[in-house]
Nanobody
Framework: QVQLVESGGGLVQPGGSLRLSCAASGFTFSSYTMTWYRQAPGTERELVAVITRTGSSTNYADSVKGRFIISRDNANNTVYLQMDSLKPEDTAVYYC?????????????WGQGTRVTVSS
């Protein structure tokens, strides 16, 4: 079955860095766009970054441009989110997501999330 497993979250001071990973299984990873979302307490889940299936194109939320980098390793079925210059407002649970096509219908799959806390 499809699985997305995030890791790499934790507590970091403002200005610090973290690298999140999302290990995928159960589908042809290299055929699908991957995304990172985040959800802070009391807010809606928001899109953070997107990467196309080959990694040739990426896009970011304005709030993270210039600080976060999304990348992928199709040989190891993993997508990453490098987060630098972290701010307290980056505190959230971070999720990876993909949308897969089965029989002409599209289905969203989410990981369980990894918590990032930016605090001194």
């Amino acid at each position: 079955q499809v699985q997305l497993v995030e890791s790499g979250g934790g507590l970091v001071q403002p200005g610090g860095s973290l690298r999140l990973s999302c290990a995928a299984s159960g589908f042809t990873f290299s055929s699908y766009t991957m995304t990172w979302y985040r959800q802070a307490p009391g807010t809606e889940r928001e899109l953070v970054a997107v990467i196309t299936r080959t990694g040739s194109s990426t896009n970011y939320a304005d709030s993270v441009k210039g600080r976060f980098i999304i990348s992928r390793d199709n040989a190891n079925n993993t997508v990453y989110l490098q987060m630098d210059s972290l701010k307290p407002e980056d505190t959230a649970v971070y999720y990876c997501k993909t949308v897969l096509e089965f029989g002409g219908l599209w289905y969203s799959y989410w990981g369980q999330g990894t918590r990032v806390t930016v605090s001194s």
